[in-house]
């Protein structure tokens, strides 16, 4: 069966400060599709990324980045320098579809607060 | 991305009644669903909201409870009938994107919903 694991339930930063957050996946398919999600505390899911399972060139996009490693089933997300505008829960989410059949199987979500 | 807007954005309302709650999208989408968050938790899959004919519901949600329609590529509607206080969500919609983006969902901004 597919699962997300975010272990980290609650992250503090200082603004400024570099933070990752872990996403575990497991599946058994070999085509699948990774993604994060931004929920900042409006409510309104934000897409981020996605990633599919046959490309595993890291990814940066301004101060966020991304490390896919599937030999140890990882998604991870960095945000540099962080800033107060990043406080929000954030999700990890599997896909053997792409998102198109509805079928995305969501991590709990990491809530992160960065304070000035 | 399409342009995703939800009504109500929140609603409060009596044990026993029935909400309904609307997505409408600024451009045609092959796919709609509906997803349901509960308060502290991550998102599940209700339903997809299929166009012209009956929703295809997740386990667990049956349509009595929660009748979906689709009357074309741009609109949704789905219903939480006879409502308890478990019940007490946010509920989104969400769309697939067009051409290379066909495989991500984009998620509406949600609906509040706080059941008495």
């Known amino acids: 069966a597919q699962k997300v694991t975010q272990a980290q339930t609650e992250i503090s930063v200082v603004e400024k400060e570099d933070v990752t957050l872990d996403c575990v996946y497991e599946t058994r398919d070999t085509t699948y599709y990774l993604f994060w999600y931004k929920q900042p505390p409006s409510g309104e899911l934000v897409f981020l990324i996605r990633r599919n399972s046959f490309d595993e060139q890291n990814e940066i996009s301004g101060r966020y980045s991304w490390n896919f490693q599937k030999s140890t089933s990882s998604f991870n997300f960095t945000i540099t320098a962080s800033q107060v505008v990043d406080s929000a829960v954030y999700f990890c989410?599997?896909?053997?579809?792409?998102?198109?059949?509805?079928?995305?199987?969501f991590g709990k979500g990491t809530k992160l607060s960065v304070k000035p | 991305s399409a342009v995703i807007s939800q009504k109500p954005s929140r609603d409060i309302c009596q044990r026993g009644t029935s909400l309904t709650i609307q997505c409408q999208v600024d451009?045609?989408?092959?796919?709609m669903f509906w997803y349901r968050q509960q308060p502290g938790q991550s998102l599940t899959l209700i339903a997809t909201?299929?166009?012209?004919?009956?929703?295809?519901?997740e386990s667990g949600f049956v349509i009595d409870k929660f009748p979906i329609s689709r009357p074309n590529l741009t609109f949704s509607t789905l219903t939480v009938s006879n409502m308890s206080p478990e019940d007490s969500s946010i509920y989104l919609c969400s769309v697939t994107g067009r051409g290379q983006r066909r495989e991500t969902q984009y998620f509406g901004p949600g609906t509040r919903l706080l059941v008495l």
């Open positions: 451009s045609q989408v092959t796919m």
């Open positions: 989410a599997l896909s053997e579809y792409g998102g198109s059949q509805g079928n995305l199987i």
């Open positions: 909201a299929n166009q012209g004919s009956e929703a295809t519901y």
